[in-house]
């Protein structure tokens, strides 16, 4: 195998082009266990999603989980499938055709905008030399994870990273590193719950799911817990709710260690056992829905709930292909875009209010 991957036909005289490569975690292709294998297997075998020794993690990974894990995530992934395909991927491609029509409409049509999978297809691979074989000399990789997590956020780095080292001719790339307290953000997602009771009436909870990863890497000085909680104080504040009333939650939870905690499923069975009647639970952590929400959330929770004696449960879906949503999508590439967009055509084209407002939702933690 070559070092490097061949260059793509040099562009004389032609203007730098400028990328933005949306990055969501990924997919399976099909909802079948034979496509869920090789998936789950790029994923498990990231060291920086699962952190245990290699040798003592290949024998439980290759022997147990490979073999069982397959058939039985591929009947969840049946469960929620699209006629497009999964909707992880249909919002995410969604999004990029979305964002790139907002970038046009704002003066900003030359930037290209694509996306990728960290997992699965489309890859980063394939997508950085898609844009660079279009002349893309300049690329914001931007990760679709409000909440920094090393196992996310820093494996699309790692990843971009292995890409560069294949490239002789490399491009300038910069990355957006979270956006958990971001002021577009927040707004979009009290937006979004405040129009979802606007049509179904409030509950006596709000419960806003993350998705958990191991405690220990909190105690290891990830960051993603802080952030986490963060967000869920800015939505809190925005909505007007006392602490009571909103609770912060981590589902997910993977293997037999600790995850960080309160775990929602069981806070959701102490809530109908406590005799709340109604919660609605959003998941804040995720900019589409997926598995994770539609599965796991409005499926799987809904029936803990009810089970346990409560009488109403509301899923409010993500922000998906929701306008503020997508606004705020461009105004984070705009921001990390800075002086590539040329700076007298930023200044010319940008909406003033939209530019002039302050990013940070709330000081503090
Ligand atoms: C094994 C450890 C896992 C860690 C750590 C983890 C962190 C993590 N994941 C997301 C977002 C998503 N995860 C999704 C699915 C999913 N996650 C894990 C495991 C870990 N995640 C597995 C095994 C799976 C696959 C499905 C299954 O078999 O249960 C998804 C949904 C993908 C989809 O196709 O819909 C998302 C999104 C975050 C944000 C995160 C840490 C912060
Ligand atoms: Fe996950
Ligand atoms: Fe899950």
Redesign the pocket.
């Known amino acids: 195998m070559a070092r490097y991957w061949p260059e793509p036909p040099y562009l004389h005289d032609t203007a730098a082009r400028t990328g933005i490569l949306l990055v969501n975690?990924g997919?399976?292709d099909a909802p079948t266990a034979a496509a869920l294998r090789p998936y789950?297997k790029e994923?498990?075998s990231d060291p920086r999603?699962?952190e245990i020794p290699r040798l003592a993690w290949w024998p439980i990974l290759n022997g147990i989980i490979l073999t069982l894990?397959p058939a039985a995530?591929a009947r969840k992934y049946a469960s929620i499938w699209m006629q497009e395909g999964?909707?992880?991927k249909v919002h995410t491609e969604r999004q990029a055709a979305l964002l790139a029509d907002h970038l046009a409409q704002g003066g900003h049509g030359h930037v290209e905008v694509e996306f990728a999978m960290r997992y699965g297809r489309p890859s980063i691979q394939d997508r950085l030399q898609a844009m660079r074989a279009r002349g893309c000399t300049r690329i914001l990789v931007l990760p679709l994870?409000p909440?920094y997590?090393a196992?996310?956020t820093a494996t699309v780095t790692d990843e971009v990273g292995r890409s560069l080292a294949r490239m002789r001719n490399q491009p300038e790339i910069r990355f957006v590193r979270d956006f958990h307290d971001d002021a577009g953000y927040i707004a979009a997602l009290a937006r979004n719950v405040r129009k979802y009771w606007a049509a179904h009436g409030e509950p006596e909870r709000l419960v806003m799911s993350f998705?958990g990863?191991?405690r220990r890497s909190l105690e290891l000085g990830d960051p993603?817990y802080h952030e986490c909680t963060k967000t869920g104080r800015l939505l809190a504040e925005a909505l007007g709710l006392p602490p009571e009333r909103a609770l912060l939650t981590f589902q997910?939870r993977?293997g037999k260690a600790e995850w960080l905690q309160p775990y929602t499923q069981p806070t959701l069975e102490a809530l109908a056992a406590q005799g709340i009647g109604r919660v609605d639970v959003i998941c804040p952590?995720?900019v589409a829905d997926?598995?994770?929400t539609l599965e796991e959330i409005a499926m799987e929770c809904r029936d803990a709930f009810l089970h346990h004696g409560g009488k109403a449960f509301h899923y409010i879906p993500c922000l998906n292909e929701r306008h503020e949503w997508i606004e705020t999508l461009a105004a984070i590439a705009i921001d990390h875009l800075g002086n590539w967009l040329g700076q007298a055509r930023a200044a010319e084209t940008s909406p003033p209010a939209r530019d002039a407002r302050p990013r940070k939702a709330g000081a503090g933690h």
């Open positions: 975690l997919t399976p789950l994923f498990l999603v699962v894990r995530s999964s909707p992880l994870y909440q997590s196992s996310t998705h990863v191991p993603y997910s993977f952590g995720f997926c598995l994770e």
